[in-house]
């Protein structure tokens, strides 16, 4: 068992560019999500999936898009970068009402 | 969004000493966890509270659901250098919905 596995582990984008961040886990989960990490601040949720072919918004939303694939991958894009987001990204994934289990995580930085 | 307040920020102790942190809420929450995060990594869920009042143990750790089920706290005992990294609190209210604290950064001292 792999759990959450993420790629890339490091990025560095210039403003405007693109990119997707992936996201897989081989437990069976149902939900799964998309949380950034900045210095102070905690995790804060950017989207999640509480099923295949759901998603909802979370506290931060703005400047992102995900997708659903399947059940076992969830990806974050970011379709014209900006110096605000650059952060750690995580993704995570439960069954509903359990307990998240982590990826490890994507250090991106926006020049 | 929901804040948890966790306390204290940081912490700098003497291997073998007792730890304790704590975090709290203006919300009811359903469900209190603790994670553990070292450097570089994601975290790593140490402790899941499920009811008001829960005492659960996990080898040298500790964590209590508070009654009101709007605070929780995490007790380490005996401190070694592997304990060093940044403790979370979460709160899951339903389902999908988790929030976490700001961190405690746990520094200990051979």
């Known amino acids: 068992n792999a759990g959450v596995t993420q790629t890339p582990k490091f990025q560095v984008l210039k403003t405007g560019q693109s990119m997707t961040l992936q996201c897989a886990q081989d437990?069976?989960?149902?939900?799964m999500y998309w949380y950034r990490q900045d210095p102070g601040m905690g995790l804060r949720l950017i989207y999640y999936?509480?099923?295949?072919?759901?998603?909802d918004k979370g506290e931060v939303p703005n400047g992102y898009n995900v997708s659903r694939l399947n059940k076992r991958e969830f990806s974050l894009r970011l379709e014209s970068a900006a110096p605000s987001q650059t952060s750690v990204y995580f993704c995570?994934?439960?069954?509903?009402?359990?307990?998240?289990?982590f990826g490890p995580g994507t250090r991106l930085t926006v020049l | 969004g929901q804040q948890l307040n966790q306390s204290p920020q940081s912490m700098f102790i003497q291997e073998g000493e007792d730890v304790s942190m704590n975090c709290t809420s203006s919300?009811?929450?359903?469900?209190w966890l603790w994670y553990k995060q070292d450097p570089g990594e994601g975290p790593v869920l140490l402790i899941a509270?499920?009811?008001?009042?829960e005492l659960t143990s996990n080898g040298r750790l500790t964590a209590q659901f508070g009654i009101t089920r709007k605070d929780s706290f995490l007790n380490i005992s005996a401190s070694i250098p592997s304990d060093v990294g940044i403790y979370f609190c979460?709160?899951?209210?339903?389902?999908?919905?988790?929030?976490f604290g700001t961190g405690t950064s746990l520094t200990v001292i051979p």
């Open positions: 995570a994934s439960s069954q509903p009402d359990n307990e998240q289990f």
């Open positions: 437990m069976n989960h149902n939900s």
């Open positions: 999936s509480a099923s295949e072919g759901t998603t």
């Open positions: 919300s009811i929450f359903n469900t």
């Open positions: 509270l499920y009811k008001a009042g």
């Open positions: 979460a709160g899951q209210l339903t389902g999908n919905q988790f929030y």
